[in-house]
Each structure stands twice: as C-alpha cells, then as structure tokens.
C-alpha cells in the first residue's frame, strides 16, 4: 500500500510517497506524471466546484467546522461557471453577477491547477487538505501556523510518528518548506485512508463536491 501527497507549488507539483516506512519526494510540473497505479492519492487542491444552482461547497463548510485557529486556510474556491474567463476582473465581474458573490485574488490564482486537477479521472485521486487531515489524525487542530517554527516542529512531529525521513530539508528555490511537510501530511493520510478506511464529507453518494480523510481517530 502507498500512500501519496499532492501540493501545488509555484510553478509545479510537489509529490509524497508514503508506504509505511519512507517519506519520498518528487517534483513535477504535471499532475497527471505524478499519479501511481494501485495508490491512493490525496490533493490539496479544490476539484469539483460550485455551480450557479449549487453556489455553495458543503465541504468547505465542514472543513472550516474542523478548525478553529486555522479556519482561514479553507478558502472558497471559484464557481465552475467562471472557471474558464480569460482573466481575474473578469471571473470576478461574472460570479457577482451569476451568483452575488465574488472570489478571492488567492482563489483565482489557483485557477490554473484547478483546472488540471479536473482533466484527472484516475480512481483513487482525492481532493483533501493537511489541515484538516491534521486534525483528524492527531485528535486537534495545529496550534501554530505553518509558516512559523512552531508550526514547522508541531507538523514535523506526527510525520515523526510514521517515518525518520526528512524531504523538507531540501532546499529548492521553487518549493517552501511548509508546501513539502503539507505533502507529506497528505501522503501519510492517505496511506491511513488507505489501510484503515476512508471517510468523504459529504457522502460521495449525494453527488455533491467532497473531501477526503482518513478515519477519526479517538479523541
């Protein structure tokens, strides 16, 4: 069983593979050369979006319902109606009009990634979100942001649980250090995902855009 963690950083992807022992890096400027046959895959990126009739992500919702501290890392991402404009102003101007609201700049600069995460079909290829996979597999939501020393070393610390690897300690001008140790809490999610079940809010069944995680852990 593999498990693997998939981030987007700039100018590409950042890949953890996970198989109970090692954490493995690999850098792609394409999703789809990053797939593994026969693994589970978890995503931080956003796939099936909003639409004019459904302009709300339930997901979102329960994911900001996870957090507390670290809500504001769940931002809502495009409707699919505006996903294909030409530029931000324009994606902008359109969704205020189709549904009343407009989208953030950090949203639109997604745009691109979301865009490719939808070509992908593969069974096994999940949206999700570290954050949230955090907080289900230790119980708590980080205390400390990502972007701090503390956040490094809280994060650090449950992949320390599952592996001696280090991949953060790679130094690449193109990929930050938190955009690695997000992979790697993806990878090993998705490997407990994988090996002891697997959870999707909501329901895959009601047809509605969703997240993956691994099962709640007893708190």
């Known amino acids: ?4 963690g998939i981030d987007g950083a700039r100018g590409s992807w950042v890949r953890i593979t996970y198989d109970s022992i090692s954490l493995c890096l690999t850098i792609s400027e394409k999703l789809e050369d990053l797939l593994i046959e026969g693994a589970v895959h978890f995503v931080d990126m956003p796939k099936d979006l909003a639409t004019i009739d459904a302009p709300d992500r339930s997901c979102d919702a329960w994911m ?7 809500k504001s890392s769940i931002f809502t991402p495009p409707i699919q109606d505006v996903l294909m404009e030409a530029s931000y102003a324009e994606a902008n101007a359109k969704s205020r009009e189709l549904v009343g609201k407009g989208i953030s700049k950090q949203a639109w600069n997604l745009v691109p990634r979301i865009r490719e995460f939808q070509t992908i079909t593969d069974a096994d290829v999940y949206e999700s979100h570290p954050e949230v996979c955090f907080a289900v597999m230790t119980g708590n939501e980080a205390s400390f942001s990502k972007k701090t020393e503390a956040g490094e070393l809280e994060r650090i610390e449950l992949l320390r649980r599952y592996s001696n690897s280090s991949p953060w300690k790679w130094k690449m001008s193109n990929v930050q250090v938190d955009d690695i140790i997000d992979a790697c809490i993806l990878a090993v999610a998705a490997y407990e995902a994988g090996t002891t079940g697997m959870v999707t809010h909501p329901d895959q069944t009601e047809g509605a855009p969703f997240v993956a ?3 709640t852990k007893e708190r």
């Open 213 to 215: 995680v691994p099962k």
């Open 1 to 4: 069983m593999v498990g693997v």
């Open 64 to 70: 900001r319902s996870q957090l507390k501290q670290r």
